[in-house]
């Protein structure tokens, strides 16, 4: 078994996307039908979306973990988001680090690069 999609509903999308963006996750606006205008992005095998609270959901609430390792070498800026955003950077050796951020919803986000 396997995640294929993750949404997350959120009050302040474009806050949101740019959170996650300086993190170094690109995202594409997306339509479906009659839903409403959104992000979309592929993490791996995973399709994570960003919408907007809608009528009958409330904002998302969960702690998420991200291997950004991925994505290659984070830029300056993404390194400088974590540093500002997180407690601690803890080194884990062998160049790889790990740090909780919090997001604009109050979600803790763990990284790992």
């Not at 979306?49 to 609430?61: L, W």
């Not at 803890?90 to 997001?103: A, C, K």
Request: charged residues 25%; negative net charge.
């Amino acid at each position: 078994m396997k995640i294929y999609l993750f949404v997350y509903y959120v009050e302040d999308i474009e806050k949101t996307k740019k959170f996650f963006t300086k993190l170094g996750i690109e995202f594409k606006e997306a339509k479906h039908g009659d839903a409403p205008t959104h992000y979309s992005t592929k993490l791996g095998d995973t399709v994570f979306e960003i919408y907007p609270v809608d009528k009958g959901c409330a904002p998302t609430h969960f702690r998420l973990g991200l291997d950004l390792s991925s994505l290659g070498k984070l830029s300056d800026e993404s390194l400088k988001f974590i540093k500002e955003n997180s407690e601690s950077i803890q080194s884990l050796g062998n160049g790889q680090f790990y740090s909780v951020v919090t997001d604009p919803v109050g979600n803790k986000i763990e990284v790992f690069w």
